[in-house]
């Protein structure tokens, strides 16, 4: 299985920009899809943002579409989030998680990391 870890949070103006990263080990990621959840306190994980093998294709929850950017460089064994103009209600924990196909639901994802927090303030 890989292992994932990420990096990158913290607090961040509302308009400002994050970018958040995903680096894999024990597997190379370009076997895998890979995908954004979040979780804020009180609230179930939601999805965010994914990503297929190549990169090629892509999903965003609508509330991220046109903000957020997931991407991904095989070579590196890191896959991100580039996360422009957040708003407060994105605060969360992000977690980032592997899978075999590209997807919306968290429960195709067989790996996934700890989490990084991501507090917008207003």
């Known amino acids: 299985q890989v292992q994932l870890v990420e990096s990158g949070g913290g607090l961040v103006e509302a308009g400002g920009s994050l970018r958040l990263s995903c680096a894999a080990s024990g597997r190379a990621i370009g076997r895998y899809t890979m995908g954004w959840f979040r979780q804020a306190p009180g609230k179930e994980r939601e999805f965010v943002a994914s990503i297929s093998r190549s990169g090629d294709t892509t999903y965003y929850a609508d509330s991220v579409k046109g903000r957020f950017t997931i991407s991904r460089d095989n070579a590196k064994n890191t896959a991100y989030l580039q996360m422009n103009s957040p708003k407060p209600d994105d605060t969360a924990v992000y977690y980032c998680?592997?899978?075999?196909?590209?997807?919306?639901?968290?429960?195709?994802?067989?790996?996934w990391g700890q989490g990084t927090q991501v507090t917008v303030s207003s």
């Open positions: 998680a592997a899978g075999g196909r590209i997807s919306t639901w968290a429960n195709d994802y067989d790996s």
